[in-house]
T-cell receptor, first 115, second 113 residues
Framework: AAGVIQSPRHLIKEKRETATLKCYPI?????VYWYQQGPGQDPQFLIS???????DKGSIPDRFSAQQFSDYHSELNMSSLELGDSALYFC??????????????FGQGTRLTVV | AQSVTQLGSHVSVSEGALVLLRCNYS??????LFWYVQYPNQGLQLLLK??????LVKGINGFEAEFKKSETSFHLTKPSAHMSDAAEYFC???????????FGQGTILTVHP
């Protein structure tokens, strides 16, 4: 079965650089979530999109932005990178339309290292 | 607002022993509750979920959890631990069936031969 695809899997950037993380949801899923998991930490919700519109916002820094495109893939753009941005970034997708429980399926994550 | 507290950041058991991972939640609305497992450098895999149906929920790999409203708990159990169960386990809560998840701090399960 198709899963959530995240690219790249690993990314190394220098301080003050910009990074773009991509997420390709499971086909027919209309909702995308982004989470950040720092070393030894629990995943923290950043932002979510439903039908290409932002649906909820968590602890996402102003230096970060995200969007969901017409094909439902999503990108997380991170600017002016700081050492503290080093983390595992997860994308999850679900199918909200149609009602019922919308289970979130997680991708493998992108490990961002800022040096 | 919701929150989750997992009691014990590390739990160690012998192979074949009972696994008990504790989770307490706080929620102003009836919660949706989840247990996820994470293997090193892997994504999060859903073990089981509580969605206001049966209070005893069975999941994959022999795990189950019981929702106890009076105790605001959702503890994860498995009768007999296997070496392959060694991983980090996260309890999570959501206020809707489609909303963001709030995770607990995680519990690292170690299984000894």
């Amino acid at each position: 079965a198709a899963g959530v695809i995240q690219s790249p899997r690993h990314l190394i950037k220098e301080k003050r650089e910009t990074a773009t993380l991509k997420c390709y949801p499971i086909p027919r899923h209309d909702t995308v979530y982004w989470y950040q998991q720092g070393p030894g930490q629990d995943p923290q919700f950043l932002i979510s999109f439903y039908e290409k519109m932002q649906s909820d916002k968590g602890s996402i820094p102003d230096r970060f932005s995200a969007q969901q495109f017409s094909d439902y893939h999503s990108e997380l753009n991170m600017s002016s990178l700081e050492l503290g941005d080093s983390a595992l970034y997860f994308c999850a997708s679900s199918q909200r339309t149609g009602g019922g429980f919308a289970e979130a399926f997680f991708g493998q994550g992108t490990r961002l290292t800022v040096v | 607002a919701q929150s989750v507290t997992q009691l014990g950041s590390h739990v160690s058991v012998s192979e074949g022993a009972l696994v008990l991972l504790r989770c307490n939640y706080s929620s102003s609305v009836p919660p949706y509750l989840f247990w996820y497992v994470q293997y090193p450098n892997q994504g999060l895999q859903l073990l089981l979920k509580y969605t206001s149906a049966a209070t005893l929920v069975k999941g994959i790999n022999g795990f189950e959890a019981e929702f106890k409203k009076s105790e605001t708990s959702f503890h994860l159990t498995k009768p007999s631990a296997h070496m392959s169960d060694a991983a980090e386990y996260f309890c999570a809560v959501s206020s809707t069936s489609y909303g963001k998840l709030t995770f607990g701090q995680g519990t690292i399960l170690t299984v000894h031969p």
